[in-house]
Nanobody, 119 residues
Framework: QVQLVESGGGLVQAGGSLRLSCAAS????????MGWFRQAPGKEREFVAR???????????DSVKGRFTISRDNAKNTVYTVYLQMNSLKPEDTAIYYC?????????WGQGTQVTVSS
């Protein structure tokens, strides 16, 4: 099992920035990629960004490309941290943001962290 804890959400004005963090622990040796996902009210959860564990190649949804950056730290005491730097935020970025392995594992969804962007 992999344990994932998201943090860093909040309320920000349009044009502002936030950095989300995801602490991954447990069987992290089994991870080949990590991703960020989001779910807005009344909508299905969608892919936001992904980073490959080996090599660090990144991929982004078109809606966030050029504004969001996914990155990761090396393990500290067996805990890895994956970040999502979000710049130039828009009201349509308002959602609960989740991290998970990529592809996502159904057992690893956590509580997520709320991001609210006011206009």
């Amino acid at each position: 099992q992999v344990q994932l804890v998201e943090s860093g959400g909040g309320l920000v004005q349009a044009g502002g920035s936030l950095r989300l963090s995801c602490a991954a622990s447990g069987r992290t040796f089994s991870i080949s990629a990590m991703g960020w996902f989001r779910q807005a009210p009344g909508k299905e959860r969608e892919f936001v960004a992904r980073i490959n564990w080996s090599g660090g190649t990144t991929y982004y949804a078109d809606s966030v490309k050029g504004r969001f950056t996914i990155s990761r730290d090396n393990a500290k005491n067996t805990v890895y941290t994956v970040y999502l730097q979000m710049n130039s935020l828009k009201p349509e970025d308002t959602a609960i943001y989740y991290c998970n392995t990529y592809p996502p594992h159904s057992n690893y969804w956590g509580q997520g962290t709320q991001v609210t962007v006011s206009s």
